[in-house]
Structures are given as C-alpha cells and as structure tokens.
C-alpha cells in the first residue's frame, strides 16, 4: 500500500474517539515498532499534558514540571532554560523572542514581547559602508551585530506573573544547569550543526574553549560540557534576572561585544525591559486566531493572508495541488509587500495594524490574485490599508491539564548567532540587529525588504517574523503552534493552519505535509522536496518561477482534540525533535 494511502488509514484511526485499548495503545504508540515514514503522520497522545519542542531532552524537562504540578508556563520557562544547553545554535540566554499566553481559568490571552533591542549609542546609518551600500558583515558578524538581549527577563517575567506558584525560578533552571554541568552528548541536530559552523565558531577563542576539542568541533557521540554558562544560570537561579543584566555577568557580555567592535553599554543592558502586548486577533472558517503583534509582522500577516484566502474553496482544490499552492503563493505576495512598507516597532512607528487586519482590506487583495497566472513581483505593490482602519530560531509549545497554554518562539537571529560566547559567561550573543533595515528598500539575509519603518534607531526593537500563534474554535483552545524558519515562519504556521482546518489533516500530517513560501522579494516560489514533479510543472506553467530547496522550520505543536486527549507533533523536519505527554 502507498505510503499516502497507509497514513491516510492510520490518521483516520487515530481521529476517532479512543476509549479503552485502543486509547492506551495510542497513549503508548511511541513503544510500538512503526516504521518511521508512518510514524511521521502520528501524533503523540496524552490526556493531561504536552510539550513540542525541537529537542528531546528539553522536552522531557517541561514534562516533568507538568508531573510536578506545575503549569504550563512553568514549564516553558523551564524548557526555555534548557534549550540554551541542549540547542545551543538557537536556545539562547544571549537572545530574545516572544511569548503567548493563554490562562484557561480567566479566559485570557496575553503577549510578552522580550525581542531584544538597539543599543542606546545605535544610528540609522551604523550598517552602511563607506559607499552608502549596506555593510553585511557588520550587521551580522561582529560586535555590532548584537541586539540587546531578553531571553532572560522575558522567561522570569513570565513566571512572575503567570506561574503557577508552586515551582520557583530556581526549581525551574535546575534542570538546564545540572546538563550545562554534567554535560551531554553531542547528537542529533546538535551534532549536524556543529560541523557547518565550525569557521564562524572558530574565530573566538573563548568559542572554541566550549564547542572545539583541540582544532576540530566537538564530533558525534562526544559529551559538550558548559560549565561557565552552568556557572551563569546558577548566578541568576539564586539572585533573579538581575543577575544577568547587572553585575559580573552583565560586565563579561559588554566587554565581549565591545572587544568585538560592538556598541553595547551597561547601561542597555540594565535597562533592558519586557513589555506585555495585546495580541493580534482575526477569524478563518470559524476559527478565532490569536498571535504576536508588532514588533513581530507574524500575526499581522498570517492573519491578512487568511483573511484573503477564506475567499477561496481551497478544500475543493484539494491539499497539495498545484491550484491550492498556486493560491497561496498569491495570497502571500501581497503580505510580504505590505511587511516591507508598514512594519516596525509599535513604540516608534504607527503601523495600521487594524486596516492590515481588515476582512474588506483582503478582499481588495483577493480581487486582484488571477486564479490561472502568477503575477510577478513587479505587478505586486503594497496595499492602502488606511481606509480600513477603525535562519536560526526556535519554536516549542505547552498545554497543562487545565488548558492553559505556552507558544514560545525565540532566537539568536543566525544559528549560533554571532558564533561568540561572552568568556565566562558561557552565553552566545545575538546577531539580531541584522533584522533592522540598514536602508529603505535593503534585503536583509533572508532577502526580506524593509523600509524606514524597520530603521535602526536607539532602544528600537527590530521587526521579526516569528508567529507564536494560538487557534480556537467555538471558544476553546485548539492548537497551539509555531516555528523557526525566518521569513519563512508567517508561510509555515499558515500551512499547518490551512492543513488542519481546510484539508481536514491530523496534527501529525498537518506539520508533516510539504510546504512552499513566497516573500514576493525575491520573485520565487520557494518548494519543499516531496511535491510531486507534476504539481510542480503546472506551477510553472502558471508562470510561477518555482525553485525547489531543502526543507525548513520546525513547527512543534500541540492541539487539543474533540475526544479530550492532547495530540503532539514534533516536526521531522528537524533532528532530535519531540513531542510527548503524560
């Protein structure tokens, strides 16, 4: 039988209402020997908790705080933590991200932006060279690349106020340190990564004392010990957050980023705050969504592309056809072109995020899509939403057994960021600062667009397309999603959306299924190995200037069933990912 076909059967199974042996047989699916291409469509069940996250060890941390009693955000704190050990080229203490929320009890949802920022001594024209062109090297590779970070306080914010109480900070970094400490085996992505990185790594010396043994990276089944960055999270175990933004610590990261050519003070770094957001909010086929608003552009876009492609009967297209790509490479254009003029940070810039949301504004944009030809970038201009207005990264997701729930997506911007670990401190510092726009109209290294509404500006918080997003329907918690990706982050939580909700897909496939993504700059659609060649000819034919690449992002999801259970999907795109419950 068919891959498809077998996966198909096996996913209709497991939709179902489980009761008796059959629900243990799929609350224990993992102990059976499945082979792995049908493993790949089955979600991980459990009834009382689940975490996805892009590695395994972190994810068996968060669990064990659910056991523990504590809650969801507790336990994202904790696999937060952890990943800055066992994910080194993306989990960070040296970056930033973005947090939703949402507390079952109250019926709440709520953002935590802890993005990090523009030094204080940062200007408009500090990534330009000498020839008025974007200086590339300096925006990404050294010292002046490094936003200030907010990993640290965005996680301990988050357990301040929405912990459970019954776990302290202390109790939820433990974990992280003891591995930091004792050390763990070089494998899986960790062991794929090291290797690709090995020359940006080894241009610091204070780098290659943690990730090199003698000349080489440390190779496959070797043990990475950190014991500096154990020696950090112990410091901010025992004294808060502070610790990390003042003090020792806080001297060793400046002096890091300043030997590097950066412009990072004591002060930026003391002063550094998190700031609590009210999420951007829109509908598709009956669903509510909820996800990051500005300085994200992911929830603003991800919600205007659905908005334009409820017009559409993408079902009737069916998943994987060459019309349903076609239409949503179409619908994404657009998108991407108003990112590029609108977007930036909220407390510098008014963005019309209203009018961007706008189901009358997308039907504007869906008049102009032609259902049998690709328009070229050219044809494809910003919209007027005024009217209307009344690549390393990760991504994991919680739910806890009373439904409340954790989308996390945080980064270094590039993996590994600028590949330097401040000495002593065992932290690998951000490259963010590329995510401004050195120029109006500049590519970033993700050729995306920017204008002067994303310039670099003192305290400015760079825009960011991560799209930690939450999914209701008929006001309860259904999925909980998100990836890394870069620009490819809005198109990869739209398609794991698209996949549940319009092709009817299990969790497991919805994450699992072949993607595509355009960014309208550059003119391509980007193609993921495993779409038939056919489809991909009549995408052609459509005009569509089709390249097809290596896969990308890790969409680790959660979603909550109609039978109750708790379905899991780590996405195997990645190594090492898991997703598991109790």
């Given amino acids: ?51 996805s996250s892009q590695e395994a060890r972190a994810t068996r941390i968060g669990i064990a705080v659910l056991k523990q009693g504590g809650n969801a955000v507790d336990a994202a704190v904790a696999v937060g933590f952890a990943l800055a050990v066992t994910l080194p080229q993306a989990g960070n203490l040296g970056g930033g991200g973005f947090m939703l929320v949402h507390l079952a009890e109250r019926n709440e949802t709520v953002a935590i932006d802890y993005r990090e920022t523009a030094p204080r001594a940062a200007t408009a024209d500090m990534f330009l060279g000498p020839d008025g062109a974007p200086d590339r090297a300096a925006s990404t590779r050294g010292g002046k690349a490094v936003g200030v970070p907010g990993t640290v306080r965005g996680l301990a914010e988050a357990h301040r106020l929405y912990g459970s109480g019954r776990l302290t900070l202390a109790d939820l970094i433990a974990p992280a340190e003891r591995l930091a400490r004792e050390g763990i085996g070089v494998e899986g992505g960790l062991a794929d990564s090291l290797p690709q990185v090995a020359g ?69 770094l003391a002063g550094y705050r998190v700031k609590l957001r009210e999420p951007v909010r829109g509908t598709y086929r009956g669903h509510a969504v909820v996800s990051m608003p500005p300085p994200s552009s992911g929830g603003i876009h991800l919600v205007e592309i659905l908005n334009v492609l409820e017009g559409f009967d993408l ?68 919209g007027d939403p005024a009217p209307y207005e009344s690549d390393q990264t ?20 590039f993996s590994y960021g600028i590949g330097l670990v401040a000495e002593g401190t065992g932290v690998l510092l951000n490259n963010e600062m590329d995510d401004f726009s050195a120029k109006p109209g500049a590519q970033n290294a993700y050729g995306l667009v920017g204008s002067d509404a994303n310039a670099v500006a003192p305290g400015a918080r760079p825009l960011s397309s991560m799209t930690p997003t939450f999914l209701f329907r008929d006001g309860r918690l259904l999925l909980v999603t998100g990836s890394p990706g870069g620009s490819r982050i809005i198109t990869t939580v739209l398609q794991v959306i698209v996949n549940l909700v319009d092709f009817r897909m299990n969790l497991a496939q919805a994450v699992d299924a072949p993607r595509v993504h355009h960014q309208w700059r550059p003119d391509v659609l980007l193609a993921e190995e495993g779409i038939s060649p056919d489809t991909l000819a009549l995408l052609r034919a459509k005009g569509h200037a089709v390249k097809v690449g290596p896969t990308t992002g890790s969409a680790n999801s959660v979603m909550r069933r109609d039978d109750g259970l708790l379905a899991g999907a780590a996405d195997p795109r990645q190594r090492s990912t898991l997703a598991d419950g109790y």
Wanted: proline letters at 7%; zero cysteines; a positive charge.
């Fill in 1 to 51: 039988m068919p891959r498809r076909a077998l996966a198909a059967l096996l996913a209709l199974l497991f939709v179902l209402p489980l009761s008796g042996a059959r629900a243990q047989l799929a609350r224990t699916a993992d102990a059976v020997p499945i082979p792995s291409d049908i493993a790949r469509s089955l979600p991980a069940l459990a009834p009382n908790g689940m975490v």
């Fill in 394 to 413: 990760t991504h994991f997701s919680v739910v806890d057994a009373a439904g409340n729930a954790v989308a996390n997506t945080y980064t270094l911007n």
């Fill in 200 to 268: 940006m790594l080894g241009r610091w010396p204070s780098t290659r004392a943690v990730f090199f043994a003698g000349d080489r990276v440390l190779a496959r089944g070797e043990t990475l010990v950190q014991a500096d960055l154990a020696g950090t999270l112990r410091t901010i175990a025992e004294r808060g957050p502070d610790a990390f933004y003042t003090g020792p610590v806080a001297e060793r990261i400046v002096a890091a980023v300043r030997g590097a050519g950066g412009i990072m003070t004591a002060e930026d």
């Fill in 315 to 382: 079902a009737g297209m069916g998943a994987g056809s060459a019309q349903a790509f076609h239409t949503l490479a179409e619908a994404m254009k657009p998108a991407y072109a108003d990112r590029a003029a609108y977007l930036g940070d909220p407390d510098r810039v008014k963005v019309p995020v209203r009018g961007l949301l706008a189901k009358a504004y997308a039907d504007t944009i869906r008049a102009g899509i032609d259902p049998e030809r690709a328009r070229p970038a050219e044809a494809v201009r910003a």
